[in-house]
């Protein structure tokens, strides 16, 4: 569950809802300061994650992270 090897594991399953919305979730936890865009990503990855896994509870979990994330951004 690192970003390299869940990146890894979209390069070699482009369909995997679940490695999108792990990857999302990791993108999430970084420091803002490292990677200005991460928000953005993470709202990209997770949005594919419900593509391919819209039934998959972790995925829904991940996904409303991020919305929720993306929502306070706006607020501020």
Do not use: C
Request: charged residues 35%.
């Amino acid at each position: 569950n690192t970003l390299e090897s869940l990146r890894e594991a979209i390069r070699l399953s482009s369909t995997n809802g679940l490695a999108f919305a792990r990857l999302a979730r990791r993108v999430l936890e970084e420091d803002s300061k490292g990677n200005p865009r991460g928000l953005g990503e993470a709202d990209f990855f997770s949005r594919r994650a419900v593509e391919f896994a819209p039934d998959h509870a972790e995925v829904a979990e991940i996904r409303k992270q991020v919305t929720e994330r993306v929502a306070a951004s706006v607020k501020n």
